[in-house]
């Protein structure tokens, strides 16, 4: 684990150390506006896809400490162990799984390891696309971001979503960006059009699925500090992005994963299909 991760995780560990629930991972959560001594995940299979490192780590750290049994995914098997190895720290239990959310055959090989989820978080995405003319975008990169965000978040939900609808209950959560909420002349037009398609994706999979109470609902993120974004975003620019927020700061991973654990818990039980801009007031400017 990077002496960052340790750093930006520190938050996490300052708080109240598990008391008497029932696998010991019960705490104090403060959700929607009220204070519950309860676990508001507690016995919910959470499965969130990126999660060996960035927004995905701290979404499956909050979960876990909510009580959430949380299955780990990514690629990189060492980053994967490394944020088990924090969820150890914390009290918390983790299985992890590995896989490419671009290959239909893996998905299916990690649900057939995994099992049926209460809780799916489609988070796994990127992009390493630059901000171009339309023009200059190849085809390639074209597609590769499309495949990344758009067709990954539609295979990973099509893969777990028959077991929920058997079930009658499941709770999808997607990523999208604040790149996909509106239009610049300096985004990354491939990432930003495929964001945009999965926040469609995520209202016509709610309308599709509420009748067998399931819920989906997706996360708009502006920037967010994660590990890769504090190595590559220079002072003077992260700063100057900081100023075009509302509320004068970039985000953090727990800012997306504290919006993420609303919409996991039944304290938005009356709450699908929205698209949840966790931007500092951004997508406002
Ligand atoms: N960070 C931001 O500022 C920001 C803003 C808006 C939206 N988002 C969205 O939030 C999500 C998480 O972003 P992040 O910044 O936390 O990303 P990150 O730090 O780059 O981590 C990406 C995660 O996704 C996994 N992943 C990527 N492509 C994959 C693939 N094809 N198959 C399997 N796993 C894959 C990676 O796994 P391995 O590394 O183990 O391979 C890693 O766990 C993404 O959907 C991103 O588009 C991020």
């Given at each position: 684990?990077?002496?960052?991760?340790?750093?930006?995780?520190?938050?996490?560990?300052?708080?109240?150390?598990?008391?008497?629930?029932?696998?010991?991972?019960?705490?104090?959560?403060?959700?929607?506006?009220?204070?519950?001594?309860?676990?508001?995940?507690?016995?919910?299979?959470?499965?969130?896809?990126?999660?060996?490192?960035?927004?995905?780590?701290?979404?499956?750290?909050?979960?876990?400490?909510?009580?959430?049994?949380?299955?780990?995914?990514?690629?990189?098997?060492?980053?994967?162990?490394?944020?088990?190895?924090?969820?150890?720290?914390?009290?918390?239990?983790?299985?992890?799984?590995?896989?490419?959310?671009?290959?239909?055959?893996?998905?299916?090989?990690?649900?057939?390891?995994?099992?049926?989820?209460?809780?799916?978080?489609?988070?796994?995405?990127?992009?390493?696309?630059?901000?171009?003319?339309i023009e200059d975008i190849t085809e390639e990169s074209w597609r590769t971001d499309i495949e990344r965000n758009l067709t990954g978040t539609f295979l990973t939900v099509k893969c777990f979503l028959p077991a929920m609808k058997e079930r009658r209950r499941g709770n999808i959560i997607t990523l999208s960006s604040?790149?996909?909420?509106?239009?610049?002349?300096?985004?990354?037009?491939?990432?930003?059009?495929?964001?945009?398609?999965?926040?469609?994706?995520?209202?016509?999979?709610?309308?599709?699925?509420?009748?067998?109470?399931?819920?989906?609902?997706?996360?708009?993120?502006?920037?967010?500090?994660?590990?890769?974004?504090?190595?590559?975003?220079?002072?003077?620019?992260?700063?100057?992005?900081?100023?075009?927020?509302?509320?004068?700061?970039?985000?953090?991973?727990?800012?997306?994963?504290?919006?993420?654990?609303?919409?996991?818990?039944?304290?938005?039980?009356?709450?699908?299909?929205?698209?949840?801009?966790?931007?500092?007031?951004?997508?406002?400017?």
């Amino acid at each position: 684990m990077s002496i960052s991760y340790r750093i930006k995780y520190a938050d996490l560990r300052t708080r109240k150390p598990p008391t008497n629930g029932r696998r010991g991972r019960r705490f104090a959560a403060r959700i929607g506006g009220m204070t519950t001594s309860q676990s508001p995940l507690s016995d919910r299979v959470a499965l969130v896809t990126g999660s060996s490192r960035g927004i995905g780590a701290a979404i499956a750290t909050t979960f876990a400490q909510a009580g959430a049994r949380v299955v780990l995914h990514g690629r990189d098997e060492a980053a994967l162990a490394a944020v088990r190895a924090h969820l150890a720290d914390l009290g918390a239990e983790a299985s992890t799984v590995t896989g490419d959310i671009t290959v239909a055959a893996d998905l299916e090989r990690m649900r057939d390891q995994i099992g049926p989820v209460d809780i799916l978080v489609a988070n796994a995405g990127s992009t390493s696309s630059r901000p171009q003319p339309i023009e200059d975008i190849t085809e390639e990169s074209w597609r590769t971001d499309i495949e990344r965000n758009l067709t990954g978040t539609f295979l990973t939900v099509k893969c777990f979503l028959p077991a929920m609808k058997e079930r009658r209950r499941g709770n999808i959560i997607t990523l999208s960006s604040a790149a996909g909420r509106k239009p610049s002349d300096r985004t990354i037009i491939a990432y930003a059009a495929a964001k945009a398609g999965v926040q469609l994706f995520t209202q016509d999979l709610a309308a599709q699925v509420g009748p067998y109470g399931i819920r989906a609902n997706c996360l708009a993120p502006e920037t967010i500090l994660t590990d890769t974004n504090e190595q590559w975003i220079p002072d003077d620019v992260r700063h100057a992005l900081a100023e075009s927020h509302p509320l004068r700061r970039l985000g953090t991973p727990d800012d997306v994963a504290r919006a993420a654990l609303f919409l996991a818990s039944d304290e938005s039980s009356w709450i699908t299909g929205v698209i949840v801009d966790v931007a500092g007031g951004a997508v406002l400017a």
